[in-house]
Nanobody, 115 residues
């Protein structure tokens, strides 16, 4: 069974950092492009970062230079290191395997950036 489980969200002040984790089971992790999406209040779900099986990464412009996506083949886990967080980064962050139409999503983890 496919399972993607996010963790690491929380309430932080502007300028703080968080690391989100996505633990995966039931997929051939080494063969899947892994993605982070987020959905802010009243907003659409937007792509945040991508990491391909070979390690190539892509970032949305609004996080480039602040966020870093990585993957660990041994633990089958994908991470999102978030630095210099802004209030507009607030939202539910979702882990995805294989793209937005794959149907393989985690349950989401809430990130709130507020003073």
């Amino acid at each position: 069974q496919v399972q993607l489980v996010e963790s690491g969200g929380g309430l932080v002040q502007p300028g703080a950092s968080l690391i989100l984790s996505c633990s995966t089971t039931g997929i051939d992790f080494r063969r899947y492009t892994m993605n982070w999406y987020r959905q802010g209040p009243g907003r659409q779900r937007d792509l945040v970062a991508i990491i391909a099986p070979g390690g190539l990464t892509t970032y949305a412009g609004f996080v480039k230079g602040r966020f870093n996506i990585s993957r660990d083949t041994i633990t089958k886990t994908v991470y999102l290191q978030m630095n210099s967080l802004k209030p507009e980064d607030t939202g539910v962050y979702y882990c995805n395997a294989g793209g937005k139409d794959s149907g393989m999503w985690g349950q989401g983890t809430q990130v709130t950036v507020s003073s």
